[in-house]
């Protein structure tokens, strides 16, 4: 079956550090992969996505890793500011097309 | 105006109530869905709608009954509810199903049952 998992719960990161935030997954056939923010009391945001035929995809400050070999996605966050303090999601589409979606790690952003 | 809507933001009832969440999209999309957040767990999805028709019902209590009038709006009706079911009911919009691709998710509603 499908599994999408974190490494950890919550991540605590200084303001200026670099943050990893890392996801597992267990089919190989998923095709696309998203990372999610959401901040509290408010929806999901979508950060950035990452094809099967990528292995690096950079955004604004974020950079998502794939790694298909051992079926590991991770998002990493440039600079960290009190401002990317949330929840991060990560999702797959399974071989379905839906959405998978991991449970979440919650990043604390120290001054 | 935000892209999917959800009214009541925040939901306080009884056992006994009924009561229903909305959710509209203004995004021209053909998919609506309805997940449950419960605390440190991963989104539950509960429903799927394609261009108005129910596509997917993941092992949901009768105790919640969705509705999908049109493509823009998606309801969720709330009749004789648990404790457990206490959460963040949060609605999404994708522009096709399957092969959704990105998800763009409502605020959500917050329920409590008492």
């Known amino acids: 079956g499908e599994s999408v998992g974190l490494h950890l719960p919550t991540l605590s990161v200084q303001e200026g550090d670099n943050s990893i935030i890392n996801c597992a997954y267990s089919n190989s056939a998923s095709d696309y992969f998203i990372w999610y923010k959401q901040e509290s009391g408010k929806g999901p945001q979508f950060i950035i996505d990452i094809r099967s035929n990528m292995d690096k995809r950079q955004g604004q400050r974020v950079t998502v890793l794939l790694n298909k070999t051992v079926k590991h996605l991770s998002l990493q966050i440039a600079a960290t500011q009190p401002g990317d303090s949330a929840v991060y999601f990560c999702?797959?589409?399974?071989?379905?097309?839906?959405?998978?979606f991991g449970a979440g790690t919650q990043v604390v952003v120290t001054p | 105006e935000t892209g999917v809507t959800q009214t009541p933001r925040h939901l306080v009832m009884g056992m006994t109530n009924k009561k229903s969440l909305k959710c509209e999209q203004h995004l021209g999309h053909n998919a609506m869905y309805w997940y449950k957040q419960s605390a440190k767990k991963p989104l539950e999805l509960m429903f799927v709608?394609?261009?108005?028709?129910?596509?997917e019902n993941n092992s949901v209590p009768s105790r919640f009954s969705p509705e999908c009038p049109n493509s823009s709006h998606l309801f969720l009706h709330l009749h004789t509810l648990q404790p457990e079911d206490s959460a963040l009911y949060l609605c999404?919009?994708?522009?096709?199903?399957?092969?959704?691709?990105?998800?763009?998710f409502g605020e959500g509603s917050r329920l409590t049952v008492l």
């Open positions: 999702a797959l589409q399974d071989s379905w097309g839906k959405l998978q």
């Open positions: 999404a919009s994708s522009q096709d199903w399957p092969n959704t691709g990105e998800l763009f």
């Open positions: 709608y394609s261009l108005e028709e129910r596509v």
